[in-house]
């Protein structure tokens, strides 16, 4: 869903990156170009103010995801400026020449793209671990011995997977972790989930994709008393064999910010390099 965006006469920017270089000169060059177009900012280390327009991630993807985590379902819009390398989740950059994004925003020349978020219950979560992914969620074998992961989708159960470990990606993700373990790219504005196992013994097992609206529920098994590796976007931690997690949809959306009608096909294409074949450059 593509919401036009407002113009705001003066906006309030919180500006966040997790190492925000004071000797970038990129780093200046944007706050002395907001300020010149009236935009009031700081820095955004957790605690939004009120009033606050926008929010700039400035770095890569890993920087952008934790300013989703810190927003905490916040309606704030947040952009993705690309200080890293591939940017995939990341719609500008700051880079010699003009930057009419920097005027775009400030007059409101923009869309606001919702992306949907999945969310994690179970006793196996840490206290303070934030339970939402944009991403993805997976579960990974800690040792040698492969996992026996048990999969239900609704009702449904699926056959046991034995790999590595598993993927359950939202279609934000489709593009990270889970396209590297040869899941489908889904376009963002899709309700779905999409379930890849990771190096499955089973070599009939491929990826599954289920509407967002479906229960999933997801434990896993070993021959040993191993521990598994979950994460949830760029945070991890450790559970025990037999752990169970419920994944669901989320209730709130991400709200991210978009230019100049920039579409997914064109972003797949830009920074994945899809359908690149020296044979077309004839």
């Known amino acids: 869903m593509l919401i036009l965006g407002v113009k705001i006469e003066l906006m309030t920017i919180a500006i966040y990156g997790r190492n925000l270089d004071k000797d ?20 955004f280390q957790g605690n939004l103010e009120a009033g606050t327009d926008a929010v700039l991630a400035l770095g890569g993807d890993g920087t952008f995801l934790r300013a989703i985590n810190l927003l905490r379902g916040s309606s704030v819009p947040i952009a993705g400026i690309n200080f890293g390398r591939l940017g995939f989740l990341t719609s500008a950059k700051v880079e010699e020449g003009e930057n009419a994004w920097i005027e775009d925003l400030l007059q409101g020349r923009y869309c606001v793209q919702k992306r949907i978020l ?14 939402y992914a944009l991403n993805e969620f997976s579960i990974q074998r800690q040792n040698p011995a492969m996992l026996r992961i048990e999969i239900g989708i609704g009702e449904g159960r699926l056959p046991s997977y034995w790999a590595d470990g598993v993927v359950v990606s939202t279609p934000t993700g489709s593009t990270a972790y889970s396209l590297s373990v040869g899941g489908p790219i889904v376009t963002p504005d899709s309700d779905v989930f999409i379930i890849a196992p990771i190096a499955p013994h089973n ?10 609206e479906s229960d999933l529920t997801i434990s896993f098994g070993a021959k040993s008393s191993q521990k598994g590796v979950v994460t949830l ?13 419920k994944v669901t949809k989320a209730d709130y959306c991400a709200n991210c910010i978009t230019f100049n009608n920039a579409g997914f096909i064109d972003a797949i294409k830009d920074k994945l390099l899809w359908g690149e074949d020296k044979r077309n450059t004839f």
Request: glycine residues 8%; charged residues 20%.
């Open 24 to 43: 970038d000169e990129r780093v200046w060059f944007l706050l002395r170009r907001l300020a010149a177009g009236g935009a009031r900012t700081y820095v």
């Open 118 to 131: 999945l969310k994690v219950e179970s006793d196996a979560v840490p206290h303070g671990i934030y339970p």
């Open 203 to 212: 070599l009939n097992v491929r990826p599954i994709v289920t509407p967002a």
């Open 233 to 245: 976007d760029n945070t991890s931690f450790e559970v025990p064999v037999g752990s169970t997690f």
